[in-house]
């Protein structure tokens, strides 16, 4: 714990990392656990994907699917499916280590979400992404098997 030195966004940077400005001012005190700055990597960019759970269950790794990012909107990459998350957690709870989906509302029934990885491949090297920005997923499933 100690005073913030200096906010300077000077010096070297992580190869093939790009630092955000820090939130903090010279004198500011910080502690162990406060989120002084982020590194955004140029290194395994994904799409995580909400799914309705009636489609998770057909998905596999590696089966393909078409992405739309809204900062590229008028372009469809290609992208794999690099996981499907095997549980989500019902409310959210902090010591919960399962991710929470929220639902948009309570007064209808609607099916809950589950968290889908999926891969950009080179996508990354050909075009200029940003994290936390939005994007569409869609996939052909086959009928029941």
């Not at 790009?18 to 910080?30: K, T």
């Not at 406060?34 to 990597?41: E, F, G, I, P, Y």
């Not at 809204?70 to 290609?78: E, L």
Request: a positive charge; hydrophobic letters at 40%.
């Amino acid at each position: 714990m100690g005073p913030v030195r200096s906010v300077a966004d000077r010096g070297p940077r992580p190869r093939g990392r790009l630092r955000r400005p820090l939130r903090r001012q010279a004198g500011d005190y910080v502690k162990v656990g406060d989120t002084v700055v982020a590194l955004v990597t140029n290194d395994g960019w994904r799409v995580v994907a909400n799914l309705q759970e009636e489609y998770v269950a057909n998905l596999k790794p590696g089966q393909v699917v078409y992405v739309r990012l809204a900062s590229d909107p008028w372009a469809i990459h290609v992208g794999t499916v690099r996981g499907v998350a095997r549980g989500i957690a019902r409310h959210q709870d902090p010591t919960n280590p399962l991710p929470y989906v929220g639902v948009d509302t309570d007064w209808v029934r609607l099916q809950r979400r589950f968290p889908v990885e999926i891969d950009l491949g080179d996508l990354p090297k050909r075009r200029r992404l940003f994290a936390g920005a939005d994007a569409s997923v869609v996939t052909f499933m086959g009928g029941p098997s």
